[in-house]
């Protein structure tokens, strides 16, 4: 039986939808070329631009877009340490212990095509692990299924992104009755986060 052609994205259906589709791809990669590689590609697109009307977020700071570039260029953590001159230092820089020198950027930028505007950005710090918060201190959670990351608002105006959170989660999550309780026992212990900084 033949597909439906990929079309916009216009209701949250249709994007569950393309994104159950799209995980198919994930887990068994079509050769480059062929139709199946065309309409993985033509939805990515149509998810990221639902995605970018329904939750637009800023530019990734200079540790996304590392970590965006190991995903999609299949490079690991051991590969940024050469690149960088040791594993540590490419530790430190994914952890967010340590700020990129201008000359890390340069070979980023020109050895994995990495946007220099993007690299010489501030680099949002790390956030302490281990705060306890109530319920009523959240204003409100989203998440973007294809990168795997959880915002959380709270009361404040403070914005937190949480990454490599699974899909079950940021649904039990936003289900709870206390989501204060529920952020507090599996949030921020579990996964790495920083603050999203005001421009």
């Known amino acids: 039986m033949a597909r439906t052609a990929v079309r916009p994205i216009r209701n949250k259906r249709e994007y569950e939808a393309a994104l159950d589709e799209i995980k198919r791809y994930f887990e ?58 040791s594993r540590q230092r490419a530790s430190d820089i994914l952890g967010r212990r340590r700020p990129l020198t201008l000359e890390m950027a340069w070979k980023l930028h020109r050895q994995w095509n990495i946007p220099a505007e993007v690299l010489i950005k501030p680099q949002m710090p790390a956030s302490p692990r281990g705060r306890r918060i109530p319920s009523s201190a959240i204003h409100g959670i989203r998440y973007n299924a294809l990168r795997k990351k959880l915002f959380v608002t709270f009361v404040s105006g403070r914005e937190y992104v949480y990454e490599q959170v699974p899909k079950w989660v940021f649904e039990e999550f936003d289900a709870a009755a206390s989501k204060g309780s529920y952020f507090n026992r599996k949030i921020p212990d579990n996964y790495n986060f920083y603050e999203v900084l005001a421009a």
Do not use: H
């Open 28 to 85: 068994n990669e079509p050769a480059p070329g062929t139709p199946e590689a065309d309409r993985c590609d033509l939805l990515a697109l149509v998810i990221e631009d639902y995605e970018k009307k329904n939750w637009p977020v800023d530019a990734p700071d200079p540790v996304e877009a590392i970590r965006y570039r190991m995903e999609t260029g299949g490079f690991s953590q051991a590969d940024l340490g050469r690149l960088l001159g």
